[in-house]
């Protein structure tokens, strides 16, 4: 006996968004954390998702000033330090580390904060970091020397790359002393010629406005913006802070972007 089957479509096809060639979403930092609330809103897609798309994004293009350096230590494994802050820019920051370590990379991690402290999906790839056997160290109260000294030692040599994960887009205001001290710190190794990559915007950089939120902030040599260029980045003289900046997909629906900002050529002096 044959029992006929009538297949029913569960979704009517939607048109694709029209996403014009070469262009780049923007947005404001605002909108660029409402694009996160809505991805799991309207779509199911939760901010673990997000943030693993953006931590590949950022050990990907770490990865390539990695191997385009060759500083190897005196064990020829090439180090990055990751300066992690309390927040989801921290969180990504934990999920790249584990990228780079998995391809191979001596990973150092430097914590504002425990991780007894930390939240949601940051404090679940500060976890499994840490089960991988990762090098971490914490700042305990208001002198970040001594965890930095010792994840500077954790590097075996001066660091091949850092990784600024420490704020993100909700920065306003100087930075605490703490967040301003590692800032520093940071700068003074590119200085010295150590490369500076940030996570969606470098600290202490208003989103917005495109100029530092007080008289401290990182000088990035590239930037991984995520979802979005932020406002702040159509500002010409934010290449001081930004460096080359990557508008990387991390996977929210673009009619989502569409809605929430605009799309516009990538600025020259972001390339």
């Known amino acids: 006996m044959t029992v006929a089957v009538q297949n029913t479509p569960i979704a009517t096809t939607s048109t694709p968004p029209k996403v014009k060639p070469g262009f780049v979403f923007v947005m404001g930092a605002s909108d660029t954390r409402k694009l996160d609330e809505l991805a799991l809103k309207r779509f199911g897609i939760p901010g673990a998702v997000l943030m693993e798309n ?14 385009a350096r060759r500083s190897p230590d005196d064990r020829g494994v090439p180090s990055v330090l990751v300066l992690c802050g309390p927040g989801n820019n921290g969180g990504d920051g934990f999920a790249a580390a584990r990228h780079l370590h998995n391809a191979g990379v001596r990973v150092s991690l430097l914590l504002t904060a425990p991780l007894s402290k930390l939240k949601g999906d940051a404090a679940l790839n500060c976890s499994i970091a840490q089960k991988m056997g990762l090098a971490m160290n914490v700042v305990v109260g208001d002198d970040p020397a001594p965890a930095l000294q010792a994840a500077l ?25 703490v967040m301003a001290k590692l800032v520093n710190a940071a700068n003074s190794l590119r200085e010295q010629g150590t490369p500076i990559v940030a996570a969606d915007i470098p600290t202490g950089l208003d989103a917005d406005k495109g100029v530092p939120t007080g008289p401290v902030c990182i000088r990035a040599d590239v930037t991984v913006t995520f979802a979005a260029l932020k406002v702040g980045f159509l500002e010409a003289g934010v290449r001081a802070y930004s460096g080359r900046v990557v508008v990387a997909d991390i996977g929210a629906p673009a009619s989502l972007a569409m809605e929430l900002g605009e799309q516009v050529a990538m600025p020259a002096h972001l390339k």
């Open 54 to 67: 953006a931590a590949r994004a950022l050990a990907g293009e770490t990865l390539e000033l990695v191997r």
């Open 153 to 177: 030692a954790a590097c075996m040599g001066r660091p091949t790359v850092v990784i600024d994960a420490l704020l993100g887009t909700g920065t306003t205001g100087p930075l605490n002393d």
